[in-house]
């Protein structure tokens, strides 16, 4: 405890070497010794290891000395320990022997048995394919036989015989109803072929009858239809039942709906559209419409074709397989109309365009309606044929014709620039074209419902092309642009024009927008909905621009007046004339223009809340103006008067003695009491008119300024 206090160390090893590493199981001498030497001298390294090592030694006598009684008793019980472990040596030995034996023997067993269920698997799976082979020959012979014998039509007593296969199921009918049913079996036993022919099509067996396949594959397709066009000409149910079942069974529904199209379909199509006459590319009109044809279309179908569409459709048919309607009749029509009548699929004459458009649409609706279910009308939209007769439309080229147009013949009109319009609600034919514009839009002869996308961006567009045109307008009047139709409209015109806005506005959110969304539908009613509002309020906010520069107009009429404020400077000058006690004639016209413009002839265009915000900012505009004229030109007087006192003062101080022109009350007394007088009889003006004098700022600002120029006299 001493030596710890007083810095004695009982361990005088230094901090890096570390007696515990020796002690770790990892122990790696090398890595040790490297991770030493970058800080460590190696001859430092080797006197601290040896010291260690004596260290260790010392220890070690130590412990001997102090257990010497157990070493010793250690060291007797090791006599004969080499033979001891040659003893134990032996047995393991021979055990390991054994084992190696025994291993040796299961390995070879192992072997052999996984070789003999190679083999065996093998050739399990040689006589499979040879069995399969051996079923696939017997399955074409029997096809072989069957049209053998369907080919003989060996038919006796109503049975049908079978060469080496025995007799066949007995029918109760002769006829095309047993050539029907043995045709079914046929295909039954042909899908069977199929079956086994992909399993093992590429062996050399296989290849060799090929041929033999091909050949009755054929046979069997070719009877096959002369059976189906026999049963759809007699119209009878058994013979087409079984004969729709065995291409459905050799999964060829193709065959049956081409047979079914040319047989039934195709000789009323062609009597329908007999095809390209010269009357019919010469008169065009009444030739080029389709409502008739698709009536008489849907007459034979519910006549000619229903039979079949019901055979189909009957319950656990398992014939759901076959689409009679668009594969069949939707695909004849199509080639009709397009080889007969092609000029009712050109959109150039959007009238005729839209009308065949709308019969057919309708003609597709009485052909959904032979379906079963709606997953059957899905199924029958999905199809080729139903989507190729949509495609006949070509919509896009239809609205583009429309667009031009609708847009044409109003970018027309408002190149026109303003132009007065007679018996409509609208003061100008812009504004009455643009409503024309956005009702033809969702008229019913020209809205397609598939475009109501379009015709919605169309009818924004309009919108949108109006406000920027009187923004543009109003914005080249500011300009001074003389080119711009806005430069020559009157004050009246810019009145006209605001009513209009607000006209269109209450139009487009009230009895406009309840008849697009009917023609839109509930579907896309909230999207549109905003939409249109949004395209109206932006309308609207044209209308204070169009309120800016008509104030402005009005406003700059009025002030022209002012320019005779200098005649009251030019009446008191120089002139004896006592004060004044009557206004002036500026304060009596000064809203003359205005008052005009508020009893004219058009007052029916404006609102009373329309008047009211106009000769506010009217009187704010020619007061302010008034205003500040009136504190230029008395700026202006007192210069003029300080300039004549000081000349008079030193006139004085030389002898000159007192002006006769020298008096108690200076011109620009006189004239600011004229003014006071015009600023008294403009409020008057103001109250008449309907603006409260006392509440405008501007005027209290001018009132405040002329009162305290005024001085009083005696």
């Not at 419902?449 to 045109?469: G, M, N």
Request: glycine fraction near 4%; charge should be negative.
């Amino acid at each position: 405890m001493a030596s710890m206090l007083f810095g004695d160390d009982p361990d005088p090893l230094p901090l890096w070497f570390k007696k515990d590493a020796f002690m770790d199981p990892d122990f790696d001498c090398d890595a040790h010794i490297s991770s030493l030497r970058s800080f460590v001298p190696l001859e430092a390294l080797r006197g601290e290891l040896r010291s260690h090592l004596a260290a260790l030694k010392n220890e070690l006598v130590e412990l001997i000395n102090r257990d010497y009684n157990d070493f010793v008793s250690l060291s007797t019980q090791l006599v004969d320990v080499d033979g001891a472990v040659l003893r134990m040596r032996t047995p393991l030995q021979e055990l390991r022997g054994k084992l190696v034996t025994v291993r040796d023997g299961v390995d070879g067993a192992l072997l052999a048995l996984q070789d003999a269920l190679k083999r065996r698997s093998e050739a399990s799976a040689s006589r499979e394919i040879l069995e399969l082979l051996l079923d696939t020959s017997h399955v074409v012979s029997k096809i072989e036989k069957l049209l053998l014998e369907l080919k003989e039509n060996r038919i006796s007593n109503g049975n049908l015989v079978s060469g080496s296969e025995g007799s066949l199921d007995p029918v109760d009918n002769s006829g095309d109803d047993p050539r029907s049913r043995l045709l079914e079996r046929i295909a039954s036993e042909m899908n069977r072929l199929k079956f086994y022919v992909a399993r093992v099509q590429d062996l050399p067996f296989i290849k060799t009858i090929e041929k033999r396949i091909q050949n009755a594959d054929a046979s069997l397709r070719e009877n096959l239809e002369k059976c189906i066009k026999t049963g759809l000409e007699r119209r009878d149910e058994k013979v087409l039942y079984h004969c729709l079942r065995a291409y459905a069974a050799i999964d060829d529904t193709a065959g049956a709906e081409e047979a079914f199209r040319i047989t039934i379909v195709a000789p009323f199509v062609s009597r329908i559209f007999p095809g390209n006459s010269s009357k019919d590319l010469v008169g065009g009109g009444a030739a080029d419409k389709l409502e008739e044809d698709y009536k008489q279309v849907e007459a034979h179908i519910a006549r000619d074709c229903k039979f079949m569409l019901d055979i189909v459709a009957s319950e656990n048919s398992g014939l759901n397989v076959f689409d009679f309607l668009g594969n069949s009749i939707l695909k004849e029509v199509r080639s009709a109309i397009v080889a007969g009548k092609p000029g009712a699929l050109s959109p150039g004459k959007p009238a005729e365009f839209l009308a065949n458009y709308k019969s057919s649409l309708k003609f597709l609706s009485v052909v959904e309606g032979y379906c079963q279910s709606q997953a059957a009308v899905l199924a029958l939209r999905s199809q080729a044929s139903y989507a190729e007769f949509v495609k006949l439309w070509n919509l896009p080229a239809y609205f583009t014709l429309r667009f031009q147009e609708i847009a044409s013949s109003f970018d027309q009109t408002l190149t026109e620039g303003l132009k007065r319009c007679q018996e409509s609600d609208f003061a100008f034919k812009s504004s009455d074209k643009l409503l024309e514009c956005l009702q033809r839009c969702w008229d019913e002869n020209v809205f397609v419902s598939s475009l109501s996308d379009k015709f919605l961006k169309l009818s924004l567009q309009l919108i949108s092309r109006y406000a920027r045109w009187l923004s543009a307008g109003m914005a080249s009047r500011s300009a001074a642009d003389t080119s711009s139709w806005a430069t020559s409209a009157s004050s009246e015109d810019i009145l006209l024009l605001r009513h209009d806005v607000e006209l269109l506005h209450k139009k487009l959110t009230g009895s406009y927008l309840d008849y697009a969304l009917g023609v839109l539908g509930p579907t896309s009613a909230n999207l549109s909905q905003k939409s249109i509002l949004s395209a109206a309020q932006n309308l609207l906010d044209v209308v204070p621009v169009l309120t800016d520069v008509l104030t402005d107009t009005l406003a700059d009429k009025c002030v022209e007046e002012l320019k005779n404020l200098k005649g009251i400077t030019t009446t008191y000058r120089l002139t004896i004339k006592p004060l004044p006690t009557h206004h002036s004639h500026v304060a009596t016209n000064l809203l003359q223009a205005l008052r005009a413009f508020l009893q004219g002839d058009h007052n029916a265009y404006m609102s009373d809340a329309c008047r009211l915000e106009i000769l506010n900012s009217v009187a704010k505009k020619v007061t302010k103006n008034y205003d500040q004229q009136i504190r230029d030109l008395v700026e202006g007087l007192r210069k003029t008067e300080s300039s004549l006192l000081r000349f008079r003062q030193a006139r004085q101080r030389t002898g000159a003695g007192p002006d006769a022109n020298d008096a108690n009350i200076s011109n620009t007394d006189k004239v600011c009491a004229q003014l006071l007088l015009d600023v008294q009889e403009h409020g008057r003006k103001l109250d008449e008119l309907g603006v409260d004098s006392s509440k405008l700022p501007e005027f209290q600002s001018l009132w405040e300024f002329v009162s305290l120029q005024e001085k009083p006299h005696s």
